[in-house]
């Protein structure tokens, strides 16, 4: 798991992960926010990884520093292999947005006879219908399909003074090219664009480490 400070790293390791580089393993929970704290303020560290005999244990402890945050978003691509990017706040992003919650009413009898797994598939399918409302709306295209679900990304930031982290929930899409593209200016949008791989310098320049890196990781994947 890697939690991104802007452009900087926090990694999250199982105890059988290889890491070239210096791993540290806390003691406690009070000593892990100390050591967030620490991250948060040397800034001229650009990566620090932890590690625990219980990784599960360390992922939640992490997670209970935080107010999270729940996003979806697409990395979406056209016939001629293009990817999709908005233009906001001065960064290059990937077309996201908060999502918003399912009808929490009384639960029916059969509701309440759900499984474990199929609750876990009612919230893949909520979290694609984020998606693709957000890239919908975000560039104005109307058509879309989603192929596959993507690994989640995380990042930090601080709002009203309370630290958050946002959790993204990303999905491959494909979408024909010859949409009109039509920025959403009330979410800051200013651009929406199109981009071929080789031309990706100019974005990945400009846009926050977790999205760099999963671009990359996935840029010359045949969809």
């Excluded at 706040?89 to 009808?103: A, Q």
């Excluded at 609750?119 to 909520?126: C, Q, S, V």
């Excluded at 494909?174 to 009330?186: F, H, I, N, Y």
Aim: overall charge positive.
């Amino acid at each position: 798991m890697k939690i991104y400070f802007k452009n900087r790293c926090l990694q999250l390791l199982k105890p059988d992960a290889d890491f070239n580089g210096q791993i540290t393993v806390p003691e406690s929970a009070q000593e892990l926010e100390q050591i967030l704290r620490d991250f948060e303020k040397r800034s001229r560290l650009s990566e620090l990884a932890l590690s625990s005999p219980d990784y599960k244990q360390l992922k939640r402890d992490i997670k209970s520093l935080f107010t999270i945050v729940e996003a979806a978003g697409g990395f979406v691509r056209n016939e001629k292999g293009e990817i999709l990017f908005i233009f906001r706040r001065g960064k290059w992003d990937l077309p996201k947005g908060k999502i918003e919650r399912r009808g929490e009413g009384r639960r029916t009898r059969d509701e309440g006879r759900r499984t474990r797994e199929e609750e876990r598939k009612m919230k893949i399918e909520h979290r694609k219908a984020e998606a693709v409302r957000e890239v919908k709306e975000e560039t104005g295209i109307g058509e879309v399909k989603v192929i596959r679900k993507m690994k989640p990304t995380y990042h930090v930031f601080h709002e009203k003074g309370v630290r958050m982290l946002k959790k993204s929930y990303w999905f491959e899409m494909t979408a024909p090219k010859d949409q009109k593209l039509v920025p959403q200016l009330e979410e800051d949008i200013r651009f929406v664009r199109w981009f071929l791989p080789e031309d990706l310098g100019i974005v990945l320049k400009n846009t926050f480490g977790s999205l760099r890196e999963m671009v990359e990781e996935n840029l010359h994947r045949l969809p």
